[in-house]
DNA sequence: TCTGGGGTCCTAGGACCC
DNA sequence: TCTGGGGTCCTAGGACCC
């Protein structure tokens, strides 16, 4: 297809009078500090911030810690002391959690709605062509959800995903629910900075060309803007202007997957790294067979820390292809250590190393085509139930080790009240 | 060996998002 | 001392073919 079907196949076609389309944009305010909050409501009110991994950046704040100037994806080290002194309080990562949260915010959502797309962890679209009230529809969602699950949303509608993403951030200033169309004067006041699409560099650009405001941006000539942001920036254009380009997107099948993360401290030996890599592949694999697929090929890689300026800096990546599509843990595991062994050397500090499986297949099309599975698939289903059942790792690989010198830090995770037994959230 | 246009497929890298 | 991890989409350019 080339791109301006891309672009154009949600346009209207020219003299045809197509039923207005409409959007609306379910979002979970400050997603991690609220599921926290659900279970620790006292912290309601006061400045929350969430860790990321290792508890390296800052990926989450309650607006106390907004309105304090903590910035989003900032180092953690480097607020340190802003955060002791305004008593601001601070979690590492929760995954389980919130991925659990997520679920329910989500089944929620889809038991209100004709159509939706779970578009990330705390955000879904909806199409509400035919809802008779959005409005009441909406602000009918929001007060369930919160009650259902605990978690506060904001509801943007708006004929465009585009447009629906900027009525969502003025619900969240204000009542929660908002709804506008392309003539909205808001646009007027909407950075160009903070619509859906533009990040620095396009920003920069558009500055250049004196286009500061949604407004200015709608205003464009699209073929102009073609002309230097490519279909992207074309296609954003007419989004604000209440053409809708995009619409919901169905469950993608992943081609590819990866686990990949930092280690907790510097690691040397490379038995360690061994154990971190299996832990990638045992996690990786689990999920790729939870699509139903299978990868026809793998690719691991190691690293030192690129921040450091006084470490030796090394680092290495291959990628292999396997005999047939295979989802095995155990086959995948003896083949990831074979390559972490070719790529490690001596003498360096490592700092990450990680996994990702390739092209993956539908195992429904492996069938069709005649391909021959490797590996024991009984085995890894009747794992893969065991740990659905007991929670995440209830068993796991004595390859990734019973030890985990190499475990991320997060010392200050909260319980993980949904998803294990034994951190049930404790009454009186 | 050089001449030319038109096409496909693949890969690497940039930009962005959450 | 301490700087996340997992993705998507698009484009340009190279290899190859006729």
């Given at each position: ?22 959007f ?10 609220s ?10 009110h ?5 860790l ?7 990926v ?10 903590i910035?989003m ?15 601001v ?6 995954y ?8 329910r915010?989500?089944q ?6 004709p159509?939706m ?17 959005p409005m ?5 969602l ?23 993403k ?15 169309d392309a003539q909205?004067?808001i ?13 620095r ?9 004196g ?6 941006l ?22 604000l202007y209440?053409?809708?380009c995009?619409s ?20 040397t ?21 939870a699509?139903?697929?299978c ?36 086959t995948?595991?003896?083949r990831?250590?074979a390559?972490l ?7 360096y ?14 195992k429904?099309?492996?069938?069709l085509?005649?391909l ?25 690989f004595?390859?990734?080790g019973v ?6 830090r ?19």
């Open positions: 297809m080339g791109c301006c079907e891309v672009l154009l196949k949600a346009l209207p076609r020219n003299g045809q009078e197509k039923v207005m389309s409409l609306a944009l379910v979002d979970c305010n400050n997603f991690y500090v599921c926290e909050r659900v279970f620790a409501p006292h912290l309601n006061k400045p929350v911030v969430v990321s991994n290792n508890d390296g950046c800052i989450a704040r309650s607006n106390e810690a907004k309105a304090l100037g910035q994806g900032a180092p953690f080290y480097k607020n340190k002391r802003l955060i002791e002194k305004q008593r309080r601070v979690f590492s990562s929760n389980q959690l919130y991925a659990d949260m997520s679920d915010v989500m929620a959502v889809a038991r209100h709605s159509n797309e779970v578009y990330s962890i705390d955000e879904a679209f909806v199409d509400l062509t035919g809802i008779s009230d009441l529809w909406a602000t009918d929001r007060r369930k959800i919160r009650q259902w699950t605990g978690i506060p949303v904001s509801i943007g509608i708006a004929p465009t995903k585009t447009l629906s900027v009525a969502n951030q003025i619900a969240k200033k204000h009542t929660g629910v908002f709804q506008m909205s004067g646009l007027q006041y909407f950075p160009v900075e903070e619509v859906w699409g533009v990040g560099k396009t920003a920069q650009k558009l500055q250049m060309m286009i500061r405001t949604a407004k200015d709608q205003a464009a000539n699209p073929r102009w803007i073609r002309s230097f942001l490519g279909v992207v920036g074309e296609r954003m254009v007419h989004e209440g053409r809708a995009l919901l997107e169905g469950e993608v099948n992943k081609k590819n997957m990866v686990s990949s993360r930092a280690f907790g401290k510097k690691l030996m490379l038995e360690d790294i061994e154990c971190a890599l299996s832990s990638h592949i045992q996690k990786v694999c689990a999920k790729m067979r699509q139903k697929g990868a026809q090929g793998m690719m691991v890689f190691l690293q030192t820390n690129a921040f450091s300026k006084t470490d030796p800096q090394y680092r290495a990546s291959r990628v292999i292809g396997f005999e047939g599509p295979l989802s095995d843990t155990v995948m595991i003896k990831g250590k390559i062994h070719d790529l490690y050397r001596l003498g500090a490592y700092h990450k190393c990680g996994v990702m499986l390739l092209d993956i297949l539908p429904s099309q492996v069938q085509d005649g021959v599975m490797v590996g024991n698939d009984q085995l890894m289903s009747l794992m893969d139930q065991v740990n659905h059942h007991m929670g995440p790792g209830a068993l796991f004595a390859a990734t030890q985990a010198r190499w475990q991320t997060c010392t200050l995770r909260s319980d993980r009240y949904t998803t294990q037994w034994a951190e049930l959230l404790q009454v009186g």
